[in-house]
């Protein structure tokens, strides 16, 4: 099944803008390395389950596959490697003053695939964003320039709205019978409801990366 993709830990402050926008962030945390962290938005439950589901069938492939935990699942909007602990705060303002005046909306969740598409090795397999996913794409270009404006390296490549469900890995065997099953694969679409843009933290052990929310931003209630 093929389908393109295109826009607690911890006690909280939250902050207030001239709007109904607000963000959220850990009080009481203290950072005394650099931090590891992306931008996201979340997956909500119903999104979840079915990324379990799917993943279960999958496996049957015998496809060696790093699978994300369904509770992981988030959209990238935004990598941005190892910030210095002072990066946080003034992400968090930033990023929610120009979010200002955007409402929340939905993006439905239909198809998937692989990257690469065809003739070569899948690298990572994803469920498609259709519709709403112009709306995400906005989004996207405006944390982009956030984050150029602090000196962050600009993404020169097109956002391409997803969500990665796995990462084969290199030397995988059947990965015939992989595609076979993803082209195999049927859902209902499902609507991701995008309220809010997350700042994360992201810590890397043996057992997989642990992810924790360091500022939460509100987009307007409609």
């Known amino acids: ?27 009481g945390v203290i950072f005394l390395d650099k931090i590891r962290a992306f931008i996201a938005v979340p997956a909500p439950d119903e999104v979840k389950r079915l990324i379990d589901r799917i993943e279960n069938e999958l496996r049957s492939a015998g496809a060696d596959v790093k699978w994300v935990e369904p509770d992981n699942v988030h959209v990238t909007l935004k990598f941005l490697g190892n910030i210095t602990p002072d990066r946080v705060e003034v992400l968090g303002e930033q990023i929610t003053q120009a979010l200002t005046g955007v409402r929340r909306f939905e993006v439905e969740v239909s198809g998937m695939g692989t990257f690469p598409k065809h003739g070569r090795s899948p690298r990572v397999i994803w469920l498609g964003l ?6 995400l794409c906005e989004v996207a270009r405006r944390v982009e320039d ?11 490549r097109p956002f391409q709205p997803h969500l ?9 065997p059947n990965l015939g019978r992989l595609r076979d099953e993803i082209d195999r694969i049927e859902y209902n679409p499902l609507k991701l409801l995008v309220d809010r843009v997350n700042l994360m933290r992201s810590e890397l052990s043996p057992r997989g990366p642990t992810y924790t929310v360091l500022v939460s931003m509100a987009l307007e209630e409609t």
């Open 1 to 27: 099944m093929q389908g393109g993709p295109l826009g607690d830990q911890g006690a909280c402050r939250q902050y207030g803008t001239r709007s109904t926008q607000a963000f959220t962030a850990l009080k």
């Open 130 to 135: 259709g519709q709403g996913s112009d709306m």
């Open 146 to 156: 956030v984050c150029a404006n602090l000196g962050f390296e600009k993404e020169e």
């Open 164 to 172: 990665t469900i796995g990462r084969v890995r290199r030397g995988s």
